[in-house]
């Protein structure tokens, strides 16, 4: 069970240990740096727990029947303690006291327990863990026990190199190594992506504060190796063990060059330093790294509920955890770094959830997430070529930068039928390309990198527009149509001229018409690159045509914008069981896919996120009408459906409905009720969103045609939201009340455009604004 | 806690649930029929259990940095029961009563349990599983609940895909199926030798013995499949679940020419056909075959402890259900079918402790295995090659025909200089070769199987002496040699001159000149044929002169013969402490390996093998002179060494001694004090030594020069001994007493030739001699 009160805004906890709420916790708890993620199992062992250290990047494929995926390798966490010859086992004996922390403020989970064993002798037992934001390398544990009688104690703690991803291995058996009797080194490697991974372990132990040495012995087997380290503790002695742990790859940057046996000298160094610097330091040290890059840079304030402060902190903190920001080959998993779901392969997610919060508070993060597309052009053009089409068609699901699609094929089985299940996003939810296009497009607009844009935006959205250009299809009505695809609602698989769909295929080919006139005028030397690259000229004529014959569903004689071809013409049913629903996904105990593709129904926000891309497309009614239409039609069953939702709640007159969605976008991962919805992981698009429905609903920061627009629209229950914005270079600190904003420009140099309730200012240091 | 007081020297009961005892368990109580091994952990999972599902001769190799090994296939026998929303979990609540059996007689696998919930709830549960032995691809589980109050019970059960063999994954992710929300099927493949498996399950559920439906759901997902059975049942309600499973794999014979889809539906059709039968006549069926197949046709009846008599019983129950004799092209594991220890592989094991059995008792079992020898000898000319040497070479290690040595090269890390282990057994243990061609000559003159000999045993012999011929050295001293080599005696790496590798690699050539000139002179047509396929003319030259001019150690002035060329010089220690151990190994807290080899220390029977096998070449003298000089220096830290010793004790005049070892030879699994001594699976070959022990040492039954001879020398603590022998198609039974000896020719059908004490006898019908 989950507690928000006891925190100050600043962390969860959970106060009592229950099984049900392992995945829960584990997920939500997990500890990262972008550069590694950690699943926050206990130490001691027990069934229902998993285990997953993830290293972003490192991906491989299992088999040629599976796709490829972020393994999880080999664990450092799992620690085991024997008190007296018992086992420490929280399903036994008694427990007298225990919270689990995470702090969000720091970075440490910690525990602390009281726990009576069952012969009933008396234990105290302090757990603290981190995954360094200075080193990204680290991972480091204190483990305090107090016993209240004599006791010996027995740690048994190594390197298991077991794991597999639900029973994919994929890892080599790999060499164990032990050096000085003290530094344990395991070196696997994937089986089909060949990274060699070297993972460190090294114990330091005290006595009331004084280094001591235990007896030890080590046992290496196939795939593990582990210390058992053998105390004794007079009663009320703090015996502490603390564990430093590292994992270096073969694909990290700072390998590039060097041989396996350089890379495994080099791990251990770095070990060594950790272990010199000891817990205590390493705890501080990337305490100090929060605040410097996280709660410093992006500072956001809220004035109403705790809860709500704390978990728009709580998705701050995942955001940064599951980011890899240092490395521009690599970008954000769908579960961020919390659990093996979607196999850690990228989605629309990051250009339409994600980005927006990096390109906002942390440009430099967004820059690297859309260079990554870039280097994912090989991949997108043989995607295209493969499917008998020109430019870049970016895959639905994307991994290694040129491994292209990586969608299964098929997943799960149908009960009706016992066949198994064909998975059509990889094949026909298209709109990624324009969700990438939108995306470079956007961190270029906010952040005026005309670097970035020269390098590598112009080309891909010329790249998209070029595939858009080649998947139009004329139909017997003299117009261009985008058949046959799945659109963001994802309960409507094989419709036609999905509106979004469409809409943003021609924005993206509008963009590049626009770019290609602009570059031939202003930047030749670039244009002639690019023609010799693409062949814009000729692709100019073709986007021209498309452009001015592409067939775009337009809003009813009610105002309501189609959702594709025939959604209004479906049958209605009564939704209301399922919109009372505890969990998602509780229409297909009713119904099968192919009956849900009949019914206006939807899993998620679809016509709303064209409302929130391209806001000024549609007048103010079209856009009151279809959410009118839409929201009472829509389960929620995506983590992307709510936050969108209630973003555009104010747009549409009605932020207190806005405001409950955001409370029910909360509970995606953080809901007692649901302990399993984070099993898998936690949803990494609902913590973007998060952020979204905070400062871009409530808040009011928006992008608008590339020019910049704060109106907030703040729900009764905050009296004022503090946030932060880049802009072009600068940063504006912004203070939201309900009738009231004051935005200040703490960089200072220069003057910024800017809309506020629907008038144009010019900021130069400070303004305020009242409604 | 396993007790062998219950079972009236038919079964071995678990009096109290304890989880330091569950390797021990799982493996002492594993179930199987020679086509798969399936090993018994408890059905409701439980931190520490290994389950393990092994069919034969499915070798897969995980990365070509491993070995290949017996995968460990999908799971069936995880079967999780809830009671009134409690987990039934016999770490929590109260055991009131818990007895699991394994019944050697029938092959069943039983668990009654009353178990009081924690929340106070009673419950009788009963547990029944076979592997049947009727039909080899089947398992069959009931379970029956008996709750003490109103309960909703429900049964999570299915197949488990995600299983490995200590990590290494051998199976893709495979097909789930489900048939008529009834049937489920997984169908896995193997990663390297790209064998498919089908597994198959379905469940039945009866209230009070009648017929009932409950309410199921299915779970399908990556590498697995559950169906979840609800049922509600009243106080005293006798609630059933029957389970039934199967497996099949393309490496079966009778899946020849199928395509996969047909193996499946075949699979699915056998799985009906099980289901219809019911879990009592499919259990029926199989005790008979156990009665047919084993009791009936090796009786064996020991007159004094009960204990003896299990243990013999036990012994025979492991060797029926280890040994694959329904297809030649597999072998024998060393830890049988009952865990992933040794990887499933064929040692020398087969020939010197197992052959024996089959070859007085199923002869064809024995000449299926011979057989595979015979169709390995490919791998074996591979090894030779690879060598520099000639003929054929046998792996010390071996799986699939076409593999060759399988010895994994590398094995654990060294604590001292933290380096690998490098496994020097696959290079230089080389007296496999020798062991080959013994065991295909015993079961030729014990047997009189002249079409083996034609088709396989001369070529095998004659391949082996090759090798012989093309691996002497010669030396300074004009003689030839054979350095650098493993003995049995492992704790002596890289001796020369070894006396048991150098008499039987005589012995081979001696056999070798004999069976080329009788079959010169008396089958010239196969003369011609394997002349033509080995060159047997050139090769009897160097036959000649190696038999002539081999290097043997010859006994000392005290009548010891030298183990090797410095065995006898080495540093004598002090070794009670060793041999008082209650663990293997010990030795090796205090020494390291290269320290032990330079001691007068013997892991294992070593001298003592050569006086098994070859047992007229030296005088009683020397033999009882070698044994109380050897016996001291050995450990016993092999499960080859007690029996070897044990039957030589009646030899060297010291049954009572051999007596001792004999007991001491059982406890090698069963023993309580050593509760993870078969974790890794059973010592297959001390249960054909235990066999040995009884049968060969006491019950006198030995083949010497090809002629029969059954001396008993029975310990004190037996009165009689009866068992039968086949010898050359005639099956004679045996009472062996103290003083007395009756043979029965139950045959009937000729005179056998036969030595008893000392003296030769004709038995035609019956015979009996006295001491």
Redesign the interface.
């Known amino acids: 069970m989950l507690d928000f009160s006891m925190g100050k805004g600043w962390a969860l906890d959970e106060t009592s240990f229950d099984p049900a709420f392992f995945g829960k916790v584990e997920a939500n708890f997990s500890l990262g740096n972008g550069y590694l993620g950690l699943r926050s199992a206990h130490e001691e062992?027990?069934?229902g727990q998993t285990r997953d250290l993830l290293v972003a990047g490192t991906f491989d494929r299992?088999?040629p029947?599976?796709v490829t995926e972020l393994p999880n390798a080999a664990d450092v966490t799992n620690i085991e303690i024997t008190l007296n010859g018992e086992r420490f086992d929280l399903?036994?004996g008694r427990i007298m006291y225990y919270v689990r922390r995470l702090d969000l403020k720091t970075g440490m989970l910690s525990r602390d327990v009281t726990w009576q064993s069952p012969k009933g002798e008396l234990y105290s037992l302090h757990f603290k863990r981190i995954v360094s934001l200075k080193r990204l390398h680290t991972i480091a544990f204190q483990i305090s026990v107090i016993p209240r009688q004599e006791t010996m104690i027995r740690f048994q703690s190594g390197i298991d190199?077991?794991?597999?991803c639900?029973?994919?291995?994929h890892f080599?058996?790999g060499?164990?190594?032990?050096?000085?009797?003290k530094y344990l080194q395991f070196v696997p490697r994937t089986?089909q992506s060949d990274i060699t991974f070297v993972v460190d372990a090294t114990h330091d132990f005290y006595a009331n504060g004084e280094e001591t040495q235990p007896v030890s012995d080590?046992n290496?087997?196939?795939?593990?190796?582990f210390s058992n380290f053998t105390l004794e503790a007079e009663a009320g002695e703090v015996v502490t063990m603390e564990k430093f742990c590292n994992v270096f790859t073969t694909r990290d940057r700072e390998a590039a060059g060097m041989t396996t046996a350089e890379l495994q000298a080099f791990a251990l160094d770095r070990l060594k330093e950790d272990q010199a610097a000891g817990f205590q330091s390493l705890a501080e040290e990337s305490a100090a790294a929060w605040r410097e890059k996280v709660w410093d840079r992006v500072p956001i304030t809220v004035d109403g509920p705790e809860f709500d402060q704390l978990v728009i902190r709580f998705a701050q903190y995942h955001l940064q955890l599951m980011t890899p920001a240092h490395d521009n080959r690599m970008n954000i998993g769908a579960k961020g770094f919390s659990g093996e779901g979607y196999k850690g392969h990228v989605f629309w997610d990051t250009e339409i959830f994600l980005l927006p919060y990096f390109i906002f508070n942390m440009p430099e993060a967004a820059r690297s997430l859309e260079e990554y597309r870039y280097l994912s052009l090989p991949g997108a053009h043989a995607k295209a070529k493969h499917n008998g089409y020109d430019g870049a068609q970016f895959p639905w699901e994307s991994a290694w930068l040129d491994d292209g699609e990586v969608t299964p094929e098929y997943m799960?089985?149908d009960?009706v039928t016992?066949?198994?299940i064909k998975v059509w996003t990889g094949f026909i939810e298209i709109h990624i390309t324009s969700d990438v296009a939108f995306g470079a497009w956007s961190y270029y607009k906010c952040t005026g990198d005309q670097d970035f844009m020269d390098k590598y935006g112009y080309e891909l959205i010329f790249d998209c527009a070029k595939f858009w250009a080649s998947r139009l299809e004329p139909g017997e009505d003299g117009l261009l149509h985008i058949n046959d695809v799945v659109g963001p609602d994802e309960y409507k698989e094989h419709v036609d001229d999905n509106a979004f769909t469409n809409y943003l295929a021609k924005w993206t080919i509008d963009k590049a018409i626009e770019y290609a006139d602009l570059l031939s005028e202003e930047n030749p030397e670039l244009f002639a690159q690019l023609e010799a690259k693409l062949g814009i000229m000729e692709l100019r004529e073709k986007w021209a045509y498309a452009s001015a014959f592409m067939f775009l569903t337009k809003p009813n004689e009610n105002g309501v914008l189609p959702q594709d071809s025939t959604y209004l013409t479906l049958q209605d049913i009564d939704l209301t069981k399922y919109k009372n629903q505890a969990h998602v996904g509780g229409i297909y105990k009713d119904y099968n896919q192919e009956q849900i593709t009949k019914m206006q129904v939807s899993k998620q926000a679809d016509v709303m996120v064209l409302f929130y891309l391209l806001e000024d497309l549609f007048p103010r009614e079209v856009k009151v009408s279809s959410f009118n239409y839409y929201e009472p039609r829509c389960l929620h069953d995506s983590s992307l459906s709510l936050c969108t939702h209630s973003m555009l709640s104010a747009d549409v007159g009605n932020v207190e409905q806005g405001y409950q969605m955001f409370q029910k976008a909360c509970m995606i991962d953080l809901d007692n009720a649901n302990p399993h919805s984070s099993d898998a992981g936690i949803h990494a698009a609902s913590m973007g969103g998060l952020w979204q429905c905070a400062v871009q609903g409530f808040g009011g920061l928006r992008m608008l045609g590339g020019k910049l627009r704060i109106s907030p629209n703040m729900p009764q229950a905050w009296n004022s939201l503090r946030y932060t914005a880049m802009w072009q270079g600068q940063r504006i600190a912004v203070t939201a009340e309900q009738n009231r904003v004051e935005l200040v420009n703490e960089t200072g140099s220069g003057p910024v455009e800017v809309e506020v309730w629907g008038a144009a200012y010019t900021l130069t240091d400070r303004l305020t604004v009242t409604k």
């Not at 190199?161 to 597999?164: A, I, L, S, V």
């Not at 060499?175 to 009797?181: I, L, M, N, S, V």
């Open positions: 062992n027990y069934l299992f088999s029947e599976e399903t036994t190199g077991r794991m597999t639900d029973g994919s291995q080599t058996e060499q164990t190594r032990f050096y000085d009797k089986i080590i290496i087997s196939r795939r593990h190796m799960g089985t009960v016992g066949q198994l």
